[in-house]
């Protein structure tokens, strides 16, 4: 647990490094303080460790939402039909509906693949880097043909009453594409020996 000294000496050091004028700025002297009496220190427990890993967690789970947002909406704009009430749809509903499905989706990859995040298998996996990388790419080749000429489907839907035929992505090709993009995106784990560095890396920084 973080004591009082640990949370002032990191919260000042932060306050050091966004001063673009040390000489005036009046946590110098702060600093100084604590690194005198030796309490200017980074927490060397597990505070690093999961600092990274949550760190890690955020971005793929950013990029995850955002690739996922963009292709939806990617797939959207090719139903789009012109017209003010398809362009509100478009503008407004579709993206909600996106960041729902990605939302939707994210949460079942991520359960899927807990083995891989929490279980032994998580250091096999980061030392495999091309595994998700090639899943990534699989998953953007199935999703690119899914909407080509040769695979893409036709559905009736009604309409104010009236039956209009439309062109929808193959669903055969589009789903698994889909999770399997989102899947190797949200678990692409770096090496355990890089994380390492890096973790020694903040501790001689931040360290006494």
């Known amino acids: 647990m973080l004591q009082r000294k640990d949370i ?4 000042c050091r932060a ?8 000489a005036n700025c009046n946590c110098l002297y702060i600093w100084q303080f604590y690194k005198n009496r030796g309490l200017w220190r980074f927490p060397k427990n597990n505070f690093v ?3 990274i890993n949550v760190s890690i967690f955020i971005v793929q789970c950013a990029a995850a939402f955002l690739t996922g947002l963009f292709i939806y909406m990617m797939f959207a704009l090719l ?4 017209g003010m009430q398809a362009f509100i749809g478009l503008a407004i509903f579709q993206p909600i509906m996106g960041g729902i499905l990605c939302a939707i ?5 991520l359960i899927v693949g807990l083995p891989i995040r929490f279980g032994k298998l998580r250091s096999w996996w980061g030392n495999h880097f091309i595994i998700p990388i090639a899943g990534i790419v699989i998953g953007l080749l199935l999703l690119s043909f899914s909407i080509t000429p040769m695979f893409i489907e036709s ?6 009453g009236e039956e209009i035929t439309r062109k929808i992505p193959n669903e055969i090709l589009a789903l698994p594409g ?3 993009l989102l899947f190797s995106i949200l678990h692409i784990l770096p090496p355990e020996n890089t994380i390492q560095k890096v973790e020694a890396l903040v501790l001689r920084l931040f360290g006494k």
Do not use: H, N
Request: aromatic letters at 12%; proline letters at 3%.
């Open 155 to 160: 559905a009736t839907i009604v309409e104010e």
């Open 105 to 109: 989706s994210i949460l079942i990859c």
């Open 15 to 22: 306050v050091l490094l966004c001063c673009p004028q040390k």
């Open 79 to 82: 139903d789009y039909s012109g």
């Open 8 to 11: 002032a000496g990191i919260t």
């Open 49 to 51: 460790r999961v600092f």
């Open 178 to 180: 889909w999770f399997l």
